[in-house]
């Protein structure tokens, strides 16, 4: 019963002729398709730059890497142990300790996913690139190629045959 009111009232407004319709144009419209980067503070965007360029490589996750709050991030910190990252080289920061940083980094590097690793201040990607880049042998290649990976690990073993 009470839809019936709610339904004829729609069928007249969709049946009104466009004259009665409210009169809007296009050109007075907010753009919508603003990008994101547009509402990221200078003090915020300032702040993860920094954290950016801290270390040569930096990971944005959930928790820290003794304690990931999220599987995504317990496979990113065990992927980058894999390819062997030089732990000195390296930095984590846990978003969930700061509600800015959570969204300012997905604004920042326009992925909406976090964990978002970055190699020499370049952003890689997330926890789905890193797992398909380190199958293919990407990653390996160019945490090599970035000299962020502990010196002489596989050789001393070579060495001792």
Not at 1 to 17: E, H, K, Q, V
Not at 62 to 76: D, I, L, V
Not at 114 to 137: R, T
Request: proline letters at 7%.
């Amino acid at each position: 019963m009470l839809l019936r009111p709610a339904l004829s009232a729609s069928l007249r407004l969709s049946t009104r002729p466009s004259s009665f319709l409210p009169k809007t144009s296009l050109l007075t419209l907010p753009n919508l398709h603003t990008p994101h980067s547009a509402f990221l503070s200078t003090t915020t965007r300032a702040a993860i730059t920094k954290a950016v360029s801290s270390a040569p490589v930096v990971l944005f996750m959930k928790g820290t890497p003794e304690t990931p709050q999220c599987g995504f991030s317990r496979a990113s910190i065990q992927i980058l142990g894999l390819q062997g990252v030089d732990p000195a080289k390296f930095t984590a920061f846990n978003v969930l300790e700061d509600e800015e940083l959570r969204q300012g980094i997905k604004e920042y590097s326009d992925w909406p996913t976090i964990p978002q690793l970055y190699v020499e201040k370049e952003f890689v990607g997330g926890c789905d690139i890193l797992m398909s880049m380190h199958q293919s042998g990407e990653l390996g290649k160019l945490l090599e190629e970035k000299g962020v990976l502990v010196e002489g690990e596989g050789e001393g073993e070579e060495g001792k045959a």
